[in-house]
């Protein structure tokens, strides 16, 4: 008997297997926790309260409402060192992994007044030296500081962006997972895709699609824009009403989440008949600059390598970045923008990198994928036919 | 409607004597600047934040962010700026500098939210919550973003009914989720803001999630589960407009003939007379506590509403924001609370008899200088009469 199964294919399904097999989520979950819990007594730290989706979602796993958008800062877990226990905002326990007990749940409350006091009265919150935040609100600052005056309140999201930096297997699963649940989207796109379909319209034709393979959270809805064939060209976020015209590039770019993992793509295609010879050459830079993108993509490489490569590639610097990190959602390296040059890239890291060229009169082209860095270089997450 | 919004914004910067705002959640990044977002996910929106300045005194807030399609049209060249990443120490050099182009060292600036980063890289303030300045600014709203929501809300609505259309035993959740979001774009939603929910109300307290108070338990999460015969449902949708929240609740009843049965009929006339207690006092002037006392009493002396909640909430560009009324701030908080014309009141009672799961809907309501007027629709399929 084989411990695990060789064919990895088999895990990329969302249904339960009788034997098993598949991500083993109390594994996942213990192994994220002991990776915090590792981490915190480097750092010295004796509790750590979040409020970031993410963190919250790598310490408890949680299954917590999808809310767009960014929400203050709030402790919505905490993770006592001394007790190894993670507690968590939730007046309920659907949703809740069974190794959070119930006496480890706080109530929600309109009342920040009511859930410090929660916080506080947390099993060895009130003994903590040091307590690590992954945010702050002047408010929570001094309520802080008031119900837990000996606590020196320091920084916790850099210790849960050093531990969620590199991924284990059952979060490359969980990724890989989120990748053909975005390609299954792609598909459904390209399918729709033709003159006189609007970007609205492909946008609920995408959602229409995660759901029914039933992941209905969507990253992002930035999922599909028509680039344009005359003057400057934008990269758009906001889907329009306008019809999309034959011969336009349209960029299709969807992701998909499961349980919290993050994956997404995105190809370039001409709505209607052939592409143009300008296309055509537009299209090939784009897969030009994305393999020299990727073949800077090795450990120990760091940002200044991508940013080489893709200048390299005849590219002056992009609008959108050329790479950033993924897992529970989007992650530090953030590397374009300015950002990320001496950001070092490690075995382990998973990546959304994309190549984002334009050309004035002709359009855009945007290739992403999802990669994996491995010993021997990296390793595309995300498979789709690349150009048409 | 942003110029209203942005001189009531200067106006309340005077009142409280603070030098300015730095905004980073996204609720208050729309209602001072009206910067149109995709809905991004968690860590994926925190990231790619934009980021919103507003001076005291300045003519404009100054946005910074990496949505080119964003900016709204008016703002001025001077005013628009590239991305800030205050989640990154990779950068936070730039996010002091673009700071420091607008406030003294020593300024008290509100702020909505704080990443260590930027309490490292901007020690020479002094920085204080900006929610009394926006939420003074924002719980009133302006005829213009009472027209937002009723958009967002008949949206909302219009989905949900070709949704309600599709119910049958053996759908699952996911399922009506695909139906809605698919809807809501092909009718001009700019954003979806909440998973839908289509919570199934186990028919006995028991029966449902364990709470911590011993209530009931709502909103769960939507996976792929099954509907079944007979299975209650709440469902809850939010869906934006220009930044605009709207807010759909309803009870729904899975079955080959969704009609319901007497005993839930009787708790939706229950709902409605709750509901109806409390609009029947609604006027400027009137308080929370009032408002409260008239459902409590219209529900035969019990509290009709859940535990972690409230009986009415407000909506903006939050999809619950103030005003609240019944929520765990306490009694005082809501006989201080006193309507006033403009705030936009969602009253969300809940009717629970145990061994029935009861009845949930949402009312959605602007105060006029009177009264009120309704923004939400009448209907309320399966159950009972147009109001």
Known sequence: MSPVARDRGLSAGVMALEDGARVDFGRLRHARRARVLGAMKDRDLDAVMLGGVGNVRYVSGARSLGRAGVLPFAPVAVVVRATGRVHLLSTWDEGVPPEIDRDCLYGLTWNPANLMASVAAIPGVGRSGRIGTDGLTPMFAEMLSSALPSAEIVDAAALLASVRRTKIDDEITCIDVAAAIAESALSALEDALAPGVTERELLGLYYERICDRGTPVAPSESVCFASESTGPVTFRYLASDRPIREGELVILAPSALYAGYQAGLARTRVAGGAATPAAVRLTDRCARSMDALLDACRAGNTGADLYRAWQDADNGEPPVPLAHGLGLGAEAPLIGLGRGRDATLEEGMVLSVQSWVTEDGVGGCLERSTVRIEAGGPSAITRYGRLS | ?387
């Not at chain 2, 980073?24 to 729309?30: C, D, E, H, N, W």
């Not at chain 2, 100054?62 to 005013?79: C, K, M, N, R, Y």
């Not at chain 2, 406030?103 to 008290?108: D, E, I, V, Y």
């Not at chain 2, 053996?170 to 009506?176: F, I, W």
């Open chain 2, 1 to 387: 409607m942003r110029a209203q919004r942005y001189g009531r914004l200067q106006e309340q910067l005077d009142v409280h004597g603070v030098d300015g705002l730095v905004l980073l959640a996204s609720a208050s990044v729309a209602y001072a600047a009206g910067v149109d977002e995709p809905a991004r996910d968690g860590d994926t929106a925190a990231l790619f934040r934009t980021v919103v300045v507003v001076a005291r005194g300045d003519d404009a807030p100054h946005v910074f962010t990496s949505l080119a399609d964003g900016f709204p049209a008016e703002l001025p060249d001077d005013h628009r700026h590239g991305p800030l990443f205050p989640d990154l120490d990779d950068g936070i050099g730039e996010f002091a500098a673009a700071l420091g182009a607008h406030f003294p060292h020593g300024s008290r600036i509100g702020v909505d939210d704080q990443t260590h980063s930027m309490l490292r890289a901007l020690r020479e303030f002094t920085w204080i919550d900006a929610s009394p300045v926006l939420g003074a600014a924002k719980v009133t709203k302006t005829p213009d973003e009472v027209a937002c929501i009723r958009r967002a809300q008949r949206i909302n609505e219009l989905a949900m009914a070709d949704v309600l259309g599709i119910l049958r035993p053996g759908m699952r959740q996911v399922d009506l989720s695909a139906k809605f979001l698919r809807r809501i774009f092909e009718l001009g939603a700019c954003a979806n803001g909440i998973d839908p929910i289509w919570q199934v109300m186990a028919p006995h307290r028991d029966l449902g999630p364990w709470t911590l108070h011993g209530g009931l338990a709502y909103p769960t999460v939507t996976t792929d589960r099954f509907l079944r015969e007979g299975d209650v449902i709440w469902v809850d949708s939010g869906i934006t407009w220009q930044g605009y929240a709207s807010d759909y609740g309803r009870t729904w009843i899975t079955s080959v003939d969704p009609t319901p049965n007497a005993q839930q009929q009787a708790h939706f006339r229950r709902w409605r007379s709750v509901v109806d207690a409390a609009l029947e006092i609604l006027r400027p002037g009137v308080s929370g506590g009032e408002l409260g006392r008239a459902a409590i009493e219209a529900n035969g002396g019990t509290r009709p509403w859940i535990e972690h909640f409230y009986l009415a909430h407000g909506v903006g560009t939050e999809s619950a924001e103030m005003p609240l009324i019944g929520t765990d701030l306490g009694d005082q908080f809501d006989e201080q609370l006193i309507i006033a014309p403009g705030m936009v009141i969602v009253f969300e009672p809940v009717i629970f008899e145990d061994g029935a799961a009861g009845y949930r809907s949402e009312d959605i309501v602007a105060v006029t200088d009177t009264g009120w007027v309704k923004l939400s629709g009448s209907t309320y399929e399966p159950y009972g009469v147009p109001a």
